[in-house]
Each structure stands twice: as C-alpha cells, then as structure tokens.
C-alpha cells in the first residue's frame, strides 16, 4: 500500500493542476498537464532542445561541482584553523544575505552572459556547502580521535573512517538544499543573460510569445533534468562513506 501511496499523490495534484486549468479556462493564462506534455513531446525531436539542455546542464552543473568542491576545501580548512573559519565567517554571511538579482547583475558586468549561470550557481551553492562541511566535521566524536591518536592511526584512515562518517549526512543534506537552489538560480540568470543555447532563452521567448504550454515544458525540464543530476550526486556522495563490512574490518585491525 505505501508503494500506491506516491504515485497517488502525483495524480493528485495532476488532477488539480488539470482542474484548475479547466476552470481558468484559459491556455494563456494557465495550460494544463496533458499540454504541457504535448508541448514537450514537440520539442524532443528538435536538436536545439537538446543543445540548450546540454548546455545548461554543463555550466550550471560546473558552478555547483566547483563551489562543492571549493567549499569542502574551505570547511576543512576553517575546521583545522579556526582562526581561518572567523575569517570566513563575514563572507559566508554576505554570499547568504545578498538577493541573487544583485549577483546576476554584477556577474553580467564581469563574467559576461556566456558564464553567468556557471557564477551564480558557484555563489549560491558554495555557503551553503562550506556550512554543512564545517558543521559535520565539528560533529566528529572527540572519543574517535583519541583513539585514533592512542593507535597512531594514519591520517588517511582518520579522515576515511572518523571524518567522511561525521562528514556525509551533513554533505547530503547541504546538497538537498543546494542542488535545488543552484538550478532555480542558474535558470534565472539564464532568462536575464539569454545565453545562446540555453533553457533559460527559451523560457524567456516562450514568455515573449505568450506560449504558456512551452513554458510549462520547459519548467519539466528543469525538474526533470535537475532531479536526475541530484540523485547522481547523492548517489557519489553516499559512496564516499565507508560500509559497516570495512568499518568492522578497521576496528578489528586496530
């Protein structure tokens, strides 16, 4: 029954969303699910549709891989120098408070419209992960450590089997938050920057056209598109975290 549970809420809200399209009556305004399909149905054949994809997909996608990988390395640096980590602290803080409008504008002045979805991406994702790296790395059981330092075990088994432990869970669920967030930004700067090739140029002519059924497809897209890179995020990330089998295995050794 839990199995039904699922598929039947997406029904659900399929029937309102089709509900709501009757009754507004309406196909500029608001289009329902079966339009929306169809529209997107259209543009599967066309090679532009999957170029902008492609496109959107790689640069968006690289802002996050960067600041993901820069603000791990951030994290564990302000961990092991807390001096650093004060530091830090103000810049965190600014990237969180500005409103994104502000970056696009400012990254169109410097980065040009080609890149601006890859720079906002990096500066809304990278708080977020340099805040859930240091939370996790704070998180480590101190017990875990001494013992590690009674039994001199070496740095990498530290950071593999005490660290990426403490480490994941706030990984993953930084990433919950960040995937999400990247993808509405990167979007958004998409449709201010028009880059050639991009989703967000066809969601800003879908707009001047008033072509609402692709509008609609075009946001499938990005849930779809940004769902499955989420799921193969998460999918590396949790592999990172050593199974119970090589823990058992560590501990015995020790």
Same mark, same amino acid.
């Given at each position: 029954?839990?199995?039904?549970?699922?598929?039947?809420?997406?029904?659900?809200?399929?029937?309102?969303?089709?509900?709501?399209?009757?009754?507004?009556?309406?196909?500029?305004?608001?289009?329902?699910?079966?339009?929306?399909?169809?529209?997107?149905?259209?543009?599967?054949?066309?090679?532009?549709?999957?170029?902008?994809?492609?496109?959107?997909?790689?640069?968006?996608?690289?802002?996050?891989?960067?600041?993901?990988?820069? +603000?791990?390395?951030?994290? &564990?640096?302000?961990?092991?120098?807390?001096?650093?980590?004060?530091? !830090? #602290?103000?810049?965190? *803080? @600014?990237?969180?408070?500005?409103?994104?409008?502000?970056?696009?504008?400012?990254?169109?002045?410097?980065?040009?419209?080609?890149?601006?979805?890859?720079?906002?991406?990096?500066?809304?994702?990278?708080?977020?992960?340099?805040?859930?790296?240091?939370?996790?790395?704070?998180?480590?059981?101190?017990?875990?450590?001494?013992?590690?330092?009674?039994?001199?075990?070496?740095?990498?088994?530290?950071?593999?089997?005490?660290?990426?432990?403490?480490?994941?869970?706030?990984?993953?669920?930084?990433?919950?938050?960040?995937?999400?967030?990247?993808?509405?930004?990167?979007?958004?700067?998409?449709?201010? +920057?028009?880059?050639?090739? &991009?989703?967000?140029?066809?969601?800003?002519?879908?707009?001047?056209? !008033? #072509?609402?059924?692709? *509008? @609609?497809?075009?946001?499938?897209?990005?849930?779809?598109?940004?769902?499955?890179?989420?799921?193969?995020?998460?999918?590396?990330?949790?592999?990172?975290?050593?199974?119970?089998?090589?823990?058992?295995?560590?501990?015995?050794?020790?």
């Amino acid at each position: 029954m839990s199995r039904l549970r699922k598929p039947f809420i997406i029904c659900l809200w399929l029937a309102f969303w089709q509900t709501a399209a009757v009754l507004v009556h309406n196909s500029i305004m608001l289009v329902g699910p079966f339009e929306a399909l169809l529209a997107l149905w259209s543009l599967l054949p066309s090679a532009d549709f999957w170029r902008s994809v492609a496109g959107s997909f790689g640069r968006i996608s690289a802002g996050f891989l960067l600041a993901f990988a820069v +603000g791990i390395l951030l994290g &564990s640096l302000a961990y092991t120098a807390p001096f650093l980590e004060e530091i !830090l #602290e103000p810049f965190m *803080l @600014f990237l969180k408070a500005v409103p994104v409008a502000s970056f696009v504008i400012l990254a169109l002045i410097w980065a040009g419209s080609r890149n601006l979805s890859v720079v906002i991406s990096f500066l809304v994702v990278l708080p977020v992960i340099y805040v859930n790296t240091l939370a996790g790395l704070q998180s480590t059981d101190p017990k875990l450590l001494e013992m590690a330092v009674v039994f001199r075990m070496p740095v990498w088994r530290k950071i593999r089997f005490i660290y990426l432990p403490a480490l994941v869970p706030h990984l993953v669920s930084g990433c919950r938050i960040a995937l999400g967030m990247s993808w509405k930004s990167g979007a958004a700067a998409e449709v201010i +920057g028009l880059p050639e090739h &991009s989703i967000g140029e066809h969601l800003y002519m879908a707009k001047i056209y !008033l #072509e609402t059924a692709d *509008l @609609f497809a075009w946001t499938l897209v990005i849930i779809l598109v940004s769902a499955v890179f989420e799921q193969m995020v998460l999918f590396m990330i949790s592999r990172l975290c050593p199974q119970r089998g090589e823990v058992t295995h560590e501990t015995a050794d020790l």
